[in-house]
C-alpha cells in the first residue's frame, strides 16, 4: 500500500520524504521490521523507541513514524506527528482496509466477567450458526486464527491484522475483551464497535492507574471512540456502571438484579452443578440453564443475553449457547475426580475477585473451603493485605504461597499477605512459598465434600520466578496430584 493510503485521515506535524513509497508492513518493534516496512517509534515505560530507529533502517524500514522532528542527515520517509499511539492505531486500520467495519465488533470492558462474556457469546453465537472470532486473555481464536494470548488486547498493528484474517476467513463477529491498558495507549482506536459491555470496576492495575478514577476514566474511553456503536450495555448494579450509564449519550441496556434493570435476573438458584435463572426483559422472559456456577455468572450470562440480543440472535438459539457451555479455563473450573473433593482452579488475583470466589463457594454449602493463593510479584502492592483479610474471613483453611513473584521475594509479598490474615484475626492458614507443594498440601488436608479452591493463575500456563518462566498451569499440577493421591490409605489423617 502506497504511504499516502496508509497517512489517509492521520494529522501530521510534518511529512519528509515521498508519499508515492510502497509499504509492505507496520511495525512498532525493531524485530519484527522487514524490508519497505513503517516502523512506528513509540515511547514505552522502559525504552524509546527513537533508539531503535538505526536498527529498524539496518532492517529495511522504509518510514519512520515518530513525535520527534525528521533529523537533519536523515533521507528516508519520516512522518511526524502529536500522537504517535493515536496515529498508529489508525495507519493500521486503513493498512489492513479497515476489517472491522466487515464485522460485527463486540468491545468487552471492565474488571472481571470480560473472558467468560466472550466464551458464553461465542457459544451462543456457533448455535445460531455464525462464525465468531476471539481476542482475548486466554487466545486470538476463530476462522483463520488460532494462538495462545501474549496479553488481552494486543497492540493496535497486530489487532488489525488479526481482524483482517477473521475477516478473509468469512467470520461474522468478533468479540474483543478491551483492557483499560489497551485503552490509555489507544491501541482499539480506529476500531469500529457494534456493542460495548461494561462489566464492573473493582480495585486492580492501580499500580498503574493509582487511583479508581483514573481507572474508571480508561475503561470509559471504549465508550467514546466512534459515534456508529448501535448499543452500550452496562451491568447497573455496580456504581462505576450506574456512573458510566449518567455520561453516555447513547442507547444503553442495563443489566443486573435490580428491578429497575431492563436486563434483570428473577427466580435466581445456584447449586453445584448449575444455574438456573429467569431473565426478565422488555419483550418477554427467558428461562436459563447453565452449567456454570455462581452468581458472578448470571451476571455474565445476563450480559451475554442483552448482547445477543440486540445482534438479533433468536431466543432460543441464546439458552441452547448458555446451555451448551460446560466451562470457561481458569474460571470457576471445575477439577473433576473420583475422591469426594470440590476442586475450583479460578483466576481471582485481587481482593474483589478472591471475595466474589469464596462467597459463591459458601453459596454451595460445602464441609469446609480450604484456599491456594498468593499475588503477583512487581505489581499492585497494596490489594495484598486486603486479599489476606478477605481470606482470612471467608476461607477456612488458608495455605498462603507464590503467585507469579517476578523479580521480588516470593516470602515478601506472602508476608504482606499475611498482615492482611492476621487483622482478620483468622489463624487457620499455613505458608509454603512453592505453589506445587501448596496444592498438594490441599489435597492432601481435604476430606470429602471439602472445596479445594486454587485461586490467582487461572488459565495461565506459565510461572515467572525470578528472570525465569517455568511452564506451570494450575489445573494441570492438580490433576497430577491427583493421581499421585489415588491408592493412598492415609489421605484422611491430616488435620
Not at 449518567?246 to 444455574?275: C, T, W, Y
Not at 483466576?347 to 474483589?352: G, K, M, P, R, S
Request: glycine share 8%.
Amino acid at each position: 500500500m502506497k504511504l499516502k493510503d496508509i497517512l489517509d485521515g492521520i494529522p501530521t506535524i510534518h511529512f519528509h520524504g515521498t508519499e508515492k513509497a510502497e509499504v509492505m508492513g507496520i511495525a512498532y518493534s525493531s524485530e519484527s521490521i522487514h524490508r519497505d516496512y513503517l516502523f512506528a517509534a513509540l515511547k514505552g515505560e522502559k525504552r524509546d523507541g527513537f533508539d531503535f530507529i538505526p536498527s529498524a533502517v539496518a532492517k529495511g524500514a522504509i518510514a519512520i513514524l515518530s513525535e520527534r522532528p525528521v533529523p537533519s542527515d536523515f533521507d528516508l520517509n519520516w512522518i511526524e506527528v502529536q500522537d504517535a499511539r493515536q496515529s498508529l492505531a489508525l495507519c493500521s486500520a486503513n493498512f489492513y482496509s479497515h476489517p472491522s467495519r466487515h464485522l460485527n465488533v463486540v468491545g468487552i470492558t471492565g474488571t472481571k466477567g470480560k473472558t467468560t462474556i466472550s466464551y458464553i457469546l461465542e457459544s451462543i453465537l456457533k448455535q445460531s450458526g455464525f462464525s465468531p472470532g476471539i481476542i482475548g486473555t486466554i487466545s486470538y481464536r476463530g476462522p483463520g486464527l488460532n494462538m495462545t494470548a501474549e496479553r488481552t488486547t494486543p497492540e493496535a498493528p497486530d489487532l488489525q491484522r488479526m481482524m483482517k484474517a477473521l475477516v478473509d476467513q468469512n467470520a461474522t463477529h468478533c468479540l474483543m475483551e478491551v483492557s483499560s491498558h489497551s485503552l490509555e495507549l489507544d491501541r482499539v482506536v480506529g476500531i469500529d464497535f457494534d456493542v460495548t459491555v461494561f462489566t464492573n470496576l473493582s480495585g486492580e492495575h492501580l499500580d498503574y492507574h493509582q487511583t479508581m478514577e483514573r481507572y474508571f476514566e480508561a475503561k470509559k474511553k471504549l465508550f467514546f471512540l466512534n459515534q456508529k456503536k448501535r448499543m452500550a450495555v452496562i451491568n447497573t448494579d455496580d456504581l462505576w456502571g450506574q456512573k458510566l450509564t449518567k455520561e453516555l449519550h447513547m442507547g444503553v441496556i442495563s443489566f443486573g438484579f435490580n428491578p429497575q434493570a431492563m436486563m434483570r435476573a428473577e427466580e435466581f438458584a445456584s447449586s453445584d452443578k448449575r444455574i438456573e435463572m429467569t431473565i426478565q426483559y422488555p419483550a418477554g422472559k427467558m428461562k436459563i440453564f447453565s452449567p456454570l456456577l455462581g452468581r458472578p455468572n448470571a451476571y455474565n450470562i445476563l450480559a451475554a443475553v442483552a448482547v445477543a440480543l440486540t445482534l438479533n440472535v433468536p431466543e432460543s438459539r441464546i439458552s441452547e449457547g448458555i446451555s451448551s457451555l460446560q466451562g470457561v479455563p481458569g474460571r470457576f473450573e471445575k477439577i473433576r475426580n473420583s475422591l469426594g473433593l470440590h476442586i475450583i482452579v479460578d483466576y481471582a488475583h485481587n481482593d474483589d475477585a478472591l471475595r466474589n470466589l469464596l462467597e459463591t463457594t459458601k453459596e454451595l454449602a460445602p464441609q469446609k473451603v480450604i484456599l491456594v493463593f498468593g499475588a503477583g510479584g512487581d505489581r499492585d502492592r497494596s490489594k495484598r493485605p486486603r486479599m489476606g483479610e478477605v481470606a482470612g474471613r471467608l476461607a477456612d483453611f488458608t495455605i498462603i504461597t507464590s503467585d507469579n513473584p517476578r523479580s521480588e521475594d516470593p516470602l515478601a509479598i506472602i508476608s504482606d499477605i499475611e498482615r492482611g490474615m492476621k487483622k482478620s484475626r483468622h489463624v487457620h492458614y499455613e505458608i509454603e512459598a512453592d505453589r506445587r507443594k501448596a496444592i498438594e498440601r490441599a489435597l492432601w488436608i481435604a476430606r470429602p465434600d471439602d472445596y479445594i479452591l486454587v485461586a490467582g493463575k487461572g488459565h495461565e500456563s506459565y510461572q515467572i520466578i525470578g528472570d525465569r518462566v517455568i511452564p506451570f498451569n494450575d489445573a494441570e499440577i492438580v490433576r497430577e496430584l491427583l493421581d499421585k493421591k489415588k491408592g493412598k490409605s492415609n489421605w484422611l489423617n491430616f488435620i
